[in-house]
């Protein structure tokens, strides 16, 4: 692979991006959605959600509790992990599924290796705040020590963490998050300006062509989720976006490859 850039090449269709793998046909977030969005010509990007466990690990999952993706319940903070590892990651989603475990961050990477490059979407935990930078630390030693800081980008909600991930790490390319409620009226150039920030990604309820023309007047890429249907992709695919994010990325990239040019 090529380093990451935010932008696809001029005149080129936007990246597809697996949203927590191909979450659509396996249990988001685990190896059983990432393996096929690492086999599928035409998908570039794979997006995860990372957090920590109770010794600091950096974990692969979406939600703070436990309970709607696997066996366990609480906040996996709580958890060691060798004790996240006895909970059932798959099942929940189908039967067939029950070996599947909630990886560490270190293990996916390996795994895609320079197959794809990969998203990774920090969650910071408000009912657990970690001390300035020390997520931002974890999640960039986990990556440096694999050498795949050119492969990837970081995301988050928290706009903050980007602004400390790149004072860390002057190199790495991040994305900021467009939450309606809070960021409404804020154009991408202001959020992501802020923060050092080069993508902007923002759900489709929320997209504007205001936003996508500000974003590209100054420079910024702007990736859309989460776009599950032909419509909504074509839609975007004319209106110039630079990523889309669906939980079928393989079924997007028939689509993306069909218009582009
Ligand atoms: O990066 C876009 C998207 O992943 C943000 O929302 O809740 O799916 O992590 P969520
Ligand atoms: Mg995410």
Not at 207 to 226: I, K, P, S, W
Request: net charge neutral.
């Amino acid at each position: 692979m090529q380093p990451f850039s935010p932008k696809p090449p001029a005149g080129i269709s936007p990246y597809v991006i697996a949203h927590r793998g191909i979450s659509g046909k396996a249990p988001e977030n685990t190896p059983a959605a990432f393996s096929p969005a690492c086999l599928t010509p035409g998908i570039d990007m794979i997006e995860l959600d990372v957090r920590l466990s109770k010794e600091e690990e950096v974990i692969v999952l979406h939600d703070r509790s436990l309970q709607r993706t696997t066996t366990g319940n609480g906040p996996a903070r709580n958890y060691l992990v060798s004790e996240l590892k006895q909970f059932d990651a798959g099942s929940w989603f189908n039967p067939s599924f029950s070996q599947e475990r909630i990886p560490l961050l270190r293990d996916v990477l390996s795994f895609v290796d320079r197959r794809r490059w990969i998203d990774i979407e920090l969650k910071s935990d408000f009912l657990h705040p970690e001390p300035p930078g020390f997520l931002e630390r974890k999640v960039l030693d986990v990556v440096r020590e694999l050498g795949m800081l050119d492969q990837v980008m970081f995301s988050s909600f928290n706009h903050s963490l980007m602004r400390t991930l790149r004072k860390i790490e002057a190199s790495a390319v991040t994305g900021v998050i467009y939450n309606m409620y809070r960021d409404f009226g804020r154009p991408p150039s202001k959020l992501a300006g802020r923060v050092g920030a080069s993508v902007i990604v923002c759900s489709k309820y929320e997209f504007t062509e205001r936003m996508l023309q500000d974003a590209h007047y100054h420079g910024l890429a702007l990736y859309v989720y989460t776009l599950n249907d032909q419509v909504s992709v074509r839609k975007m695919m004319e209106l110039g976006v630079d990523g889309i994010l669906s939980d079928n990325a393989d079924e997007i990239v028939p689509i993306v490859s069909g218009i582009k040019q």
